[in-house]
C-alpha cells in the first residue's frame, strides 16, 4: 500500500517534468524528490499497478489521465493553500513550502471554502479595509480603529 501523502508528491513530480521535459524518466524524478532511483523505480511500477502512470524502462513515466486529474487537483490544492497563506502575510517562498506540506493534509471541504475565500478576495472592487487593517496588526501588533466607529464617537 503506497502512502497517500508519498503518492501525492510523486505524482506532482511526475506532473511538472511531463510538463517541463515531455516526460519523466527515473532519474529526474530522483533528483527532484532527492530519493534513490531504485525507490523511484519501485515506485513507479507501484503507480503503474494503481492506474496513475504508463512506465517503460529507460523511457519514464506518463501520467495516465487518473494520473493527470489527481496531480491536477494537488497543483490546484498548493495554489490554493499557497495564495492564502500569502493574504496572512506569509512571505512567498515560504507560502510554497508550507503549502506542499498542508495540501496532504487538508480536506476537499476546506480547500473549497479556501478557494471561495480568495475568490472573494479578488473579487473585491478595492482591498477590504479590513485586509489594511490586518496588514497594519502584522507590521506593529495594534489594531487601527475603524473609520465606522471614528465617526460615531
Known sequence: MI?????EEYLEAIYLL???NGQANTGD???E???KPPSVTEML????????IEYERYEGARLTPLGKKKARNLMESHETIADFLEIIGVEKEQADLDACELEHH????????LK???EFIDDAPDEPKWIEHYRHYLKTGERKKCEFYKNRE
Do not use: D
Not at 45 to 52: I, V
Not at 106 to 113: D, G, M, P, V
Open 29 to 31: 524524478i530522483s533528483l
Open 3 to 7: 502512502e497517500q501523502k508519498t503518492l
Open 106 to 113: 487538508i480536506s476537499r471541504n476546506t480547500l473549497r471554502k
Open 116 to 118: 471561495k475565500f480568495i
Open 45 to 52: 511500477r507501484k503507480l503503474e499497478q494503481g492506474g496513475y
Open 33 to 35: 524528490l532527492g530519493v
Open 18 to 20: 511531463e510538463k517541463r
